[in-house]
């Protein structure tokens, strides 16, 4: 039920139960003085109507319900609890009381047929206020607690959609770091060989020796344009020997032996060559692996890994699985680290699929499919 069906339904409601105190009170006006008053009920009515108006309720409705009560008695006092009840739920208990007692004075010292000081209506005079204020002051603070949780509810998914946002971004910055490496890496390869050739320009046709040195130009030009646009991703604080170009290319064969010294049993398998797949695809394997094992050491200590790894058009694919183990407390983790990994595999036109595995296990796998061009050995076409 949406909230503006939750106010309609009070709104119904609230306006049900202030007929009922009209009724009662004109029911009640007859069977005290054995016929109907016209002020009786004219006074219900514009009662009823500081009840039901909204911007009336505060502090219309106290103010007329008190004097009404305390001239008509047990008459109105029905209508009196509804303000009563409205006045504890607002956290104004104190008012409440001051409305009860003024009430209860002002119509002692006009004691008629339908005084609130009758002995056979001393229970009901003082159940029902009390009663009133009770029940109002459980529901203002019930209400006041579901609006907090509310509340509370939403900023941690707020919070959450932002650490997600964050993680994605991260998980982007560290793609367009590692293209930055493998990229620099290779024009300046270009450079390096095409440098090499024109200073050897002399022996070569004058329109090849000029196409060299354009190549030359154009590749050191384009590592220049590189380093501006993506080198802000690298450490601000490194200095010129830290930014020595250097592939950032890791084979997951490191990174299982490097598990297995740490004491950890990693069984991996590997299906064709990891020239085969795109350097994108191969960074996004070690990604992956890396992830799974550090999850694996922190959520299933102890307990073997397999990690299956098919390198081979038309798609790359990757999977790790573990069996339940012993759960770490001494690492906390963000919880992120899937979110990114699914930013990633996706970035390629892939799917990342994480979840239990059965009878306890856990299973990480992507499929990245290979780029349109791509040969059997992994080479363009």
């Known amino acids: 039920m949406s909230s503006r069906e939750s106010r309609r339904w009070a709104a119904y409601g609230r306006g049900t139960l202030v007929a009922l105190c009209v009724a009662a009170a004109t029911l009640n006006d007859m069977a005290a003085r054995g016929r109907y008053l016209a002020p009786v009920m004219a006074t219900a009515l514009v009662c009823a109507a ?98 907090a949780l509310a509340a509370d509810v939403e900023h941690l998914s707020i919070e959450a959609q932002l650490r997600e946002e964050a993680a994605r971004i991260a998980e982007r910055s560290r793609i367009a770091a590692e293209m930055h490496d493998v990229l620099a890496h290779r024009l300046s390869l270009i450079a390096l060989h095409t440098g090499v050739l024109t200073t050897k320009s002399d022996t070569l046709p004058a329109p090849l020796a000029e196409r060299l040195g354009l190549l030359r130009t154009t590749s ?73 094992l550090t999850n694996a050491r922190k959520h299933a200590d102890g307990a073997p890994v397999t990690v299956r790894i098919d390198y081979r058009p038309p798609t790359t694919l990757v999977e790790v699985t573990n069996p339940p183990g012993t759960s770490r407390t001494d690492t906390v983790g963000s919880g992120y680290g899937l979110v990114g990994l699914r930013e990633r595999v996706t970035a390629l036109g892939g799917h990342l699929n994480a979840g239990p595995a059965g009878a306890g296990a856990w299973r990480l796998a992507a499929r990245i499919p290979h780029p349109a061009g791509i040969e059997q050995n992994g080479t363009p076409t």
């Open 50 to 147: 500081a009840l039901l108006v909204p911007r009336l309720r505060w502090p219309a409705a106290p103010v007329l319900l008190t004097v009404a009560t305390a001239w008509w008695g047990s008459l109105l006092l029905p209508m009196l609890a509804v303000v009563l009840y409205d006045l504890a739920v607002d956290r104004r208990a104190r008012v409440a009381v001051g409305c009860a007692i003024v009430a209860w004075g002002a119509n002692l010292l006009g004691y008629q047929a339908t005084s609130l000081w009758r002995a056979q209506s001393y229970a009901s005079t003082v159940f029902l206020p009390v009663l009133a204020v009770l029940v109002g002051l459980w529901q203002g603070s019930r209400r006041r607690l579901l609006l």
């Open 220 to 292: 050191v030009e384009a590592l220049t344009d590189l380093r501006d646009v993506l080198g802000v991703l690298r450490d601000p604080d490194a200095t010129p020997a830290d930014a020595t170009l250097k592939p950032v290319m890791r084979e997951v064969k490191e990174l299982a032996d490097e598990a297995r010294a740490a004491g950890q049993h990693v069984e991996l398998t590997t299906d064709g060559l990891p020239e085969q797949a795109p350097t994108t695809h191969r960074l996004a394997v070690y990604r992956i692996v890396q992830e799974a």
